[in-house]
């Protein structure tokens, strides 16, 4: 059987970064960008005031205090976006705003709370130092300078970033477009009647949900029956629209195992079985040009195999770096028993806290392949080596965190 690492590499070298794009800001949330970003002009672009309340020269009120007030003129009133033309000397004080631009010849900023609020002249109350705030240009990026780095991913942060140093678009690379699509004549959509043998179709949701969770946009195409004709035309159907393809069910050693049947005509996708519990029958490959994943249609092999495998592809189509789910180390908060020899287990479990208040990590009870209500209640994976079969509470093990 193959190793979890051969299937990872060989899954990775069937996709590349999707060509950056430039798109307007609010659509690049999400995006990995695709270029440094530099500063055109200092930000901020002018001395200004951090603060409502006077700018003045910081010498002039030295000796201010509750007893000592300083009586200052009034000669200037200045607002946020004031085009920057005031001056004042030693002696005088303009009201200022919070942003607005500091007159030429003050050095300080005194609170409107420090004084009595004067318009045409202002009492002073308490001293201050120069530079008081003050919000001095380039104090946050100096113009020239680097703000954002190709590979950064686009939150709200980076938004506020590019607009701020006046940018309208960003180049990215879009959001991997995920087409998903279920296979199994027992399949019925949630919300109509079930028949006997039927159930109500689950993995779909559940990768379109995985996709969507690992910053993608992905499309759930409801599914196609176990006729190969109608996976082959449900494939020409999504594959324009698609970066890559992921498909559940049908993969198997069963009489009706359609993904494989359709797929094998194509000649592009292999069939294979990976060393690993759940998830042992995987397919993958492209058609036309598209990548495709055939998972498991067990729903907790589906989800498992979602996280191996196709999680560090949509990275790289991302252009991010093709990292799978978040690693750590934890204590066996009871024992495992019964993983298969041979084959890499990735246990449900949950975290938890051990009695030195350190993490510690729990089996879940059902871990069976179609357990889906316990894998709901897990938050980590606990991955057992092929070699063992046992392992006693308190060993420590690798830990995969679920998002
Ligand atoms: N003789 C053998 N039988 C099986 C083997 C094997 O090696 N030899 N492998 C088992 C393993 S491991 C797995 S995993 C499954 C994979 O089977 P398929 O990918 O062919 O999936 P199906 O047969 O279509 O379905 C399996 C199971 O999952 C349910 N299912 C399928 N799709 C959905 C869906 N969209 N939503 C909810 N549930 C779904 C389906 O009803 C079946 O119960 O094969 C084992 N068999
Ligand atoms: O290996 Mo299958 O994926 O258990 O249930």
């Given at each position: 059987?193959?190793?979890?690492?051969?299937?990872t590499t060989?899954?990775?070298?069937?996709?590349?970064?999707?060509?950056?794009?430039?798109?307007?800001?609010?659509?690049a949330?999400?995006?990995?960008?695709?270029?440094?970003v530099?500063?055109?002009?200092?930000l901020?672009?002018f001395?200004?005031?951090?603060?409502?309340?006077?700018?003045?020269?910081?010498?002039d009120?030295?000796?201010?205090?509750?007893?000592t007030?300083?009586?200052l003129?009034?000669?200037?009133?200045?607002?946020?976006?004031?085009?920057?033309?005031?001056?004042?000397?030693?002696?005088?004080?303009?009201?200022?705003?919070t942003?607005?631009?500091?007159?030429?010849?003050?050095?300080?900023?005194?609170?409107?709370?420090w004084?009595?609020?004067?318009?045409a002249?202002?009492?002073?109350?308490r001293?201050?130092?120069?530079?008081?705030a003050?919000r001095?240009?380039?104090?946050?990026?100096?113009?020239?300078?680097?703000?954002?780095?190709?590979?950064?991913?686009i939150g709200?942060?980076?938004?506020?970033?590019?607009?701020?140093?006046?940018?309208?678009?960003?180049?990215?690379?879009?959001r991997?477009?995920?087409?998903?699509?279920?296979?199994?004549?027992?399949?019925?959509?949630?919300?109509?009647?079930?028949?006997?043998?039927?159930?109500?179709?689950?993995?779909?949701?559940?990768?379109?949900?995985?996709?969507?969770?690992a910053?993608?946009?992905?499309?759930?195409h409801?599914?196609?029956?176990?006729?190969?004709?109608?996976?082959?035309?449900?494939?020409?159907?999504v594959?324009?629209?698609?970066?890559i393809?992921?498909?559940?069910?049908?993969?198997?050693?069963?009489?009706?195992?359609v993904?494989?049947e359709a797929?094998?005509?194509?000649?592009?996708?292999?069939?294979?079985?990976?060393?690993v519990?759940?998830?042992?029958?995987?397919?993958?490959?492209?058609?036309?040009?598209?990548?495709?994943v055939?998972?498991?249609?067990?729903?907790?092999?589906?989800?498992?195999?979602?996280?191996?495998?196709?999680?560090?592809?949509?990275?790289?189509?991302s252009?991010?770096?093709?990292?799978?789910?978040?690693?750590?180390?934890?204590?066996?908060?009871?024992?495992?028993?019964?993983?298969?020899?041979?084959?890499?287990?990735?246990?449900?479990?949950?975290?938890?806290?051990?009695?030195?208040?350190?993490?510690?990590?729990?089996?879940?009870?059902?871990?069976?392949?179609?357990?889906?209500?316990?894998?709901?209640?897990?938050?980590?994976?606990?991955?057992?080596?092929?070699?063992?079969?046992?392992?006693?509470?308190?060993?420590?093990?690798?830990?995969?965190?679920?998002?």
């Amino acid at each position: 059987m193959k190793s979890v690492e051969q299937h990872t590499t060989d899954l990775l070298d069937l996709v590349e970064p999707l060509e950056p794009i430039r798109i307007e800001l609010l659509r690049a949330q999400g995006g990995v960008l695709a270029e440094d970003v530099t500063a055109p002009v200092s930000l901020p672009q002018f001395d200004n005031s951090a603060m409502d309340g006077y700018a003045l020269v910081a010498a002039d009120i030295a000796g201010a205090g509750a007893d000592t007030p300083v009586r200052l003129p009034v000669v200037a009133d200045i607002a946020a976006g004031d085009p920057g033309t005031h001056a004042i000397r030693t002696g005088m004080c303009a009201r200022i705003m919070t942003g607005a631009p500091m007159p030429a010849g003050a050095d300080a900023v005194v609170p409107v709370e420090w004084t009595d609020g004067g318009v045409a002249e202002v009492l002073i109350s308490r001293p201050a130092k120069a530079g008081n705030a003050v919000r001095p240009a380039g104090g946050d990026v100096e113009k020239g300078a680097g703000v954002l780095r190709s590979g950064a991913h686009i939150g709200p942060a980076e938004i506020a970033v590019l607009a701020a140093v006046g940018h309208p678009d960003a180049l990215v690379h879009p959001r991997p477009r995920v087409a998903v699509l279920s296979t199994g004549e027992e399949l019925v959509e949630p919300g109509t009647p079930i028949g006997p043998g039927q159930i109500w179709e689950s993995n779909g949701y559940m990768l379109t949900a995985a996709a969507i969770d690992a910053g993608c946009a992905a499309f759930r195409h409801g599914f196609t029956g176990d006729d190969p004709s109608t996976v082959l035309a449900t494939l020409g159907d999504v594959l324009p629209h698609a970066d890559i393809v992921v498909t559940t069910g049908g993969v198997s050693m069963g009489a009706y195992d359609v993904v494989k049947e359709a797929l094998t005509q194509l000649g592009t996708v292999r069939f294979e079985q990976v060393a690993v519990q759940p998830g042992k029958p995987q397919g993958a490959g492209t058609v036309h040009g598209t990548p495709i994943v055939t998972l498991p249609g067990n729903p907790v092999s589906s989800f498992v195999s979602f996280h191996l495998f196709v999680r560090p592809m949509l990275a790289k189509l991302s252009g991010r770096a093709p990292e799978g789910l978040p690693a750590l180390r934890a204590p066996l908060a009871a024992p495992v028993r019964d993983s298969p020899q041979g084959r890499r287990s990735y246990l449900r479990a949950q975290l938890e806290y051990a009695a030195d208040g350190g993490l510690a990590v729990r089996p879940v009870a059902r871990q069976g392949s179609h357990q889906l209500a316990a894998l709901a209640s897990a938050d980590a994976l606990i991955v057992v080596d092929e070699a063992a079969t046992e392992l006693p509470a308190g060993r420590v093990v690798d830990v995969l965190r679920l998002p």
